[in-house]
């Protein structure tokens, strides 16, 4: 039978972790967040400050197509000229999505690479120490078998 109790040996969690290790790995994190936020942040406000800009362009290119449309004479020049605006302005909308979509996009990369490359750090050192252990461990019981 199983002794259940040898998994939760609190001196045997102590002997097997590098704890400055674990508070330097926390620390570096909490570090990659940061970074990561003031990168998100900033991120955010250059979309923000695009999408005002846009809106306020496309307004004042909406006016200037109303303007021209008053001036339109005859059913099939107004659906002529109707149409040719509608098509210049679903144009631009696509093309104003995609810039927006590319800055919002290198933000969300460039934060995510910070915190991917953090946790890669991590997941290798948590690796390491673990076979430091491991080593250690399988050294004392050879040792102890001499």
Do not use: C, H, P
């Amino acid at each position: 039978m199983t002794d259940f109790s040898k998994f939760f040996d609190a001196n045997a969690f102590r002997n097997g972790v590098d704890f400055s290790k674990l508070i330097e790995m926390n620390t570096q994190t909490l570090a990659a967040l940061q970074e990561a936020g003031a990168i998100w942040a900033e991120g955010s406000k250059k979309l923000a400050e695009r999408q005002a800009e846009l809106a306020r362009t496309q307004l004042e290119a909406t006016t200037e197509s109303a303007k021209e449309l008053a001036t339109v004479k005859g059913v099939e020049a107004y659906f002529s000229k109707q149409t040719e605006l509608l098509k210049t302005s679903f144009e631009k909308a696509l093309e104003n999505t995609r810039e927006l979509a590319e800055i919002a996009g290198k933000t969300s990369t460039e934060a995510g690479n910070i915190l991917t490359k953090q946790m890669l750090s991590n997941v290798d050192a948590l690796t390491q120490s673990t076979r430091k252990t491991a080593e250690t461990k399988s050294a004392a019981a050879a040792s102890s078998k001499k």
